[in-house]
């Protein structure tokens, strides 16, 4: 799922630092005026963010390519990362940390480019290109490694069952499968079966999948995730449920509690439109794009509980993205 950068949500002004240094930091636009040049503000305004993640991406693509920029660019790339403070973080993180963030920048940018040279495409046309289903699962990289250090120690038995020989993971919307690849490599004993209806999709997971080495621990399958006919099978079902209709979602998150073994994990992933008004309308903006589900306050649990799991709770999702996860546990 993507990490959001939220500038495209804000203004930037300067401001010092302790330390002396001026950084940017980002404010809420606030009473502009309505005429043609308070919107002509507003845009240059947000062109400076959108520009700062071109920058940004640009760093952190060098860095996951391990290709030096030319030195003209370094240069006036490193001063914009000065102005964020985020020049130390950018060249020491490690790729594998880089790359989630700088694909969640990929999403926002190629989304905004495919919005504006299709805007009457259907969300379904817009999300095909092979570029942007790459973009959105690399997000997901970064998963396994939240869902090991903060999600999972919270849902009782669950470490213990990913570690467990025979462990299986179920990765409704597999996509191009980044993310059943990366659970694969954080649990050595885990094997996933992946689902998605996309066939172009599931081309892009076989062979990200053969690339890895791990086409021995994967199921591919060509469907939809409230077809399956798994029962008992699976210790977590994850479901991208910003990605996914409402009404399949719902059938999703009823299937999966057979498709489970009993005390086995549900992981609905959503977007978590937060109590920002323009955060708030840009996340249900972008989840009504991608063709996907907005739970509002509580419908989520809700949906979990009627389905009959227990132990149901909202955990939240990486730091600055707008992502929640209900968790539910199939009783038994
Ligand atoms: C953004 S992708 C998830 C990315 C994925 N984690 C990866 O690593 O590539 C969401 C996927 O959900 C799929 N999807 C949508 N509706 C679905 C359904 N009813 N059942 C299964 N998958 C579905 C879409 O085709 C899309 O490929």
Redesign the pocket.
Known sequence: ?PVQFCTGMYGNRQSSKPGGRARMELTKIQGASHDIEGLRTIVARQAISANALAALGLAMEARVQDKPLDSDTARRIEAVLGEFGVSGIVADASAAELAPVLAGIRVDLLSAVKLLSQPSADGETR?LEASM??A??????GFPALLKRSIAPQLEGLLERLEAPGAAFL???????????SMLRQWPNLRAVG????PD?IAQ?RSNIKAAGLRHRIELRI????EIIDEDAFDLA?V?SA???DP??RA?VARCRTALRPGGWLLLAMINPGPDALGAALARFRTTL??GTVFENGEAEALVEQCGYADTRLLPGPAGAPITFVAGRKPG
């Open positions: 799922m999300r289903r790459q959105f699962g690399d997000v997901s990289a990765d409704i919307g597999v996509g191009v499968g980044v993310l059943s690849v689902i998605d209806p996309l999709a997971a469907g939809l995730g409230q994850f991208p990605f996914i209709p399949q979602v999703i991608w063709g």
